[in-house]
Nanobody
Framework: QVQLVESGGGLVQAGGSLRLSCSAP????????LAWFRQPPGKERAFVAA????????EYADSVKGRFTITRDDAMKTVHLQMNSLSPEDTAVYYC????????????????WGQGTQVTVSS
């Protein structure tokens, strides 16, 4: 299992933006499905967004559609999550994950995970 490393979390006011990044030193990085999950305080971890290998598209949780954008940079082996119009309900630990095959929104299909980065949105 390869350890992924998230960065970019922090404290932001409601309505603000943050950009999360995840470094994923995986061999054959370009074939991986990459995703972001989040775990709010006292709740289970849940799917946020995923991106397939080149030109295969993206998928988002309903709660973040239109506000969050997931992108990947295969040359740099990184995945990003641009988060706009943040609200206190977005407060959570955000995790990036990677898998070669699986259902994009299914947590248990992912083989590689990061340690998480805290995002706190104040009202």
């Amino acid at each position: 299992q390869v350890q992924l490393v998230e960065s970019g979390g922090g404290l932001v006011q409601a309505g603000g933006s943050l950009r999360l990044s995840c470094s994923a030193p995986l061999p054959r990085f370009s074939v991986y499905i990459l995703a972001w999950f989040r775990q709010p305080p006292g709740k289970e971890r849940a799917f946020v967004a995923a991106i397939g290998m080149s030109d295969t598209g993206t998928e988002y949780a309903d709660s973040v559609k239109g506000r969050f954008t997931i992108t990947r940079d295969d040359a740099m082996k990184t995945v990003h999550l641009q988060m706009n119009s943040l609200s206190p309900e977005d407060t959570a630990v955000y995790y990036c994950a990677a898998t070669e095959v699986g259902t994009w929104a299914r947590e248990h299909d992912y083989d590689h995970w990061g340690q998480g980065t805290q995002v706190t949105v104040s009202s």
